[in-house]
């Protein structure tokens, strides 16, 4: 699962509305400690909602030009529970400098002036991964990290 995630820089987000309609947005991740985080304003719907409701799911796709089949494309769909990092506290600053690694230097420190601009945490409480016809997983193991062979219909409780 970290393999296929690693290749994908941006996470789609799902989260829900006051009216607990679904909305589905993106944005770019960082994975570190078992922990997903994206860096996100306050002014984008994604944030109202995670606030407001702080269960989320995350989806990682394969590139549709880099699949071999459109009906078989690669993904992990995990459902989460999410929350705000303090500003100025040392996991805020840990994982902007992550991000600052992983994407561009001078955009995140621009982002990172930027007050209403805030920083989540999603721990991964649920998962499915596909990799092809008869590939399907469930996401296991102590830190929610492993892939685990379904064996039988229980799509709503998690395996650890």
């Known amino acids: 699962m970290k393999d296929f995630i690693a290749t994908i820089q941006t996470a789609i987000i799902g989260t ?11 944005a770019p991740y960082i994975y570190d400690a ?36 459109l009906f078989a494309r690669k993904r992990v769909s995990l459902q989460c529970n999410s929350q705000k990092i303090e500003r100025g506290c040392e996991r805020f600053e840990t994982v902007l400098e992550l991000f600052a690694k992983k994407f561009d230097v001078k955009m995140v420190a621009t982002l990172k002036k930027m007050t209403d601009f805030n920083l989540y945490e999603f721990k991964v409480n649920y998962g499915e991964a596909t990799f092809g016809f008869g590939k399907a997983y469930f996401i296991g193991g102590e830190n929610m990290d492993e892939l685990v062979e379904r064996t039988g219909d229980n799509p709503h409780h998690g395996v650890k």
């Not at 509305?17 to 909305?23: G, L």
């Not at 989806?59 to 071999?68: L, N």
Request: aromatic share 14%; proline share 4%; no cysteine.
């Open 16 to 26: 829900l509305d006051k009216n607990s309609h679904p909305f589905s947005s993106y």
């Open 34 to 69: 078992n922990r997903f985080y994206v860096y996100i304003s306050d002014i984008a719907t994604h944030a109202k909602n995670i606030q407001k409701d702080p269960r989320a799911s995350l989806f990682f796709v394969e590139d549709e030009s880099k699949t071999d089949n």
